[in-house]
DNA sequence: TTTAATCGGTAACATCCGTTACCGATTGTA
DNA sequence: TACAATCGGTAACGGATGTTACCGATTAAA
């Protein structure tokens, strides 16, 4: 099976490669293609980590799992995304997290020698690479942002207005089930529920199904820069 | 003023060169070291990041400021580990947290540039720095579990377990003082004591000062892993 | 279509935990 | 020594939120 270059291309890794390139270097590259169906694991905590995956297609779902057995959605990825970089270079080079696909999708494999030799092949790559683990250094530290910034409500005004900005408008298509939401937001559904409701009755949202509507982005903003005070969450 | 090789040594980035080579390399190479005092900025937020930053000596920490005005230490950082490194490489190079120096130290600066000339120059350096990378994302990953173990009980005991393990023994002395330690956990300090107090009641525990001695490891493994509620993302 | 299964909203209740305030102990300092 | 600042324990109070349960709507499966 033959990779879409046009993915490739939006992958960090091969960012800046024509397609004329990509198809070169693919015939000139050792790789595996893999597909999957909802709910299969693709990575397990556990595993011993020698090569990553490039997300062809599909929808991935990284998650911490706890003693327990519950877990914590650490981050949810597609296309163009890649998983076990983080871990394929470290001494203890075992998967933290679990990964399993959301839908059939399609992983692209390339293991750790190859990319080695691309990395000296291609200084290119290698910078890509850097600048790939780089970003998902930072997304996790915005996971842990969103973690600490308090209350409930004032996680969920954060989150809104982010995603305001981030699509440019009012309007806003949430890219998730409220229940994906919940989790994301590190609390229970009926939770999440009420305070969606104390926003529409306050007047600031308005809502149905994945779509929301911001009404006050002034009042939300000063909601959250209202400075009570707070010991390291706040309140 | 010149680094101590020996720190040196222990920094990720040269591991294991031997004192002659890394002599040899401080010779060839270009960087600055700056010393701070406490409560000092090391790098602010929102700062362009154009170098690293290796600790020498002495003590610093990572924060993450809210818009609030408060925050929430990410992580406490050490003789021989690096700051900025996971930014350095980004397209938007901002520092994304607040450096400071929790007492006096110095910190050796190697530039961008500088980087990248003895990357060429020495493969091995590569190698660690990736490794290096690798590594803290593991450790934040690690963080983001503690935020989300659920109630300040559990997150509590989840910590003094792992800190068991880690320092072999029933006896374990903290690595900070209480009001960092809240700030750790991400919660507020009297809410530690009284957890602290319920768990001593409780007799699973047994603490004076920085020293703590858990009493009953077996319980409060079971209490970890008893499977009644979490956050609410249960699987 | 009928039957489940899943999703999302709502409500009641109990608990968690942040806030505030106070106090004693310790430490640094004038 | 005395004063101020910081740290850590404790307690009362109220708000935040996890839990459980129920219900209608939507979707998938039979």
């Known amino acids: ?7 490739l291309q939006s992958c960090l890794l091969f960012r800046g490669k024509s397609a004329e390139e990509l198809e070169l270097l693919l015939h000139k590259m050792i790789y595996t293609v893999a597909s999957y169906q909802k709910n299969m694991l693709i990575f397990s905590e556990g595993d011993t980590a020698d090569r990553i ?38 001494k203890e080079n075992l998967v933290p997290a679990t990964v399993t696909a959301t839908g059939p999708c399609l992983i ?11 990395f000296s092949a291609d200084t290119d790559i290698l910078n890509r690479f850097i600048e790939n683990l780089s970003e998902r250094l930072v997304l996790v530290n915005r996971k842990i942002e969103m973690l600490s910034a308090g209350p409930l409500r004032r ?33 229970a559904r009926p939770s999440l529920s009420r305070e969606m409701g104390y926003l529409r009755d306050t007047g ?14 002034k009042a939300m903003h000063d909601y959250i820069r209202t400075d009570s005070q707070d010991t390291g969450q706040d309140k």
């Open 1 to 7: 099976m033959t990779p879409d270059t046009a993915v």
């Open 53 to 90: 995956g490039i997300i062809l297609s599909g929808r991935v779902e990284v998650q911490k799992t706890h003693p327990t057995g519950s877990g914590v959605t650490i981050a949810h990825l597609s296309a163009g995304q890649t998983i076990g970089e983080a871990v394929l270079f470290r």
């Open 155 to 187: 996680r969920m005004i954060h989150f809104l207005l982010e995603q305001a900005v981030q699509q440019g408008s009012d309007l806003i298509r949430l890219p998730f089930s409220r229940k994906e939401w919940a989790e994301h937001l590190n609390t």
């Open 108 to 118: 692209m494999f390339i293991s750790k020698q190859e990319l080695l030799r691309l």
């Open 204 to 217: 600031w949202i308005q809502f149905k199904g994945s779509r929301i509507t911001l009404l006050d982005r």
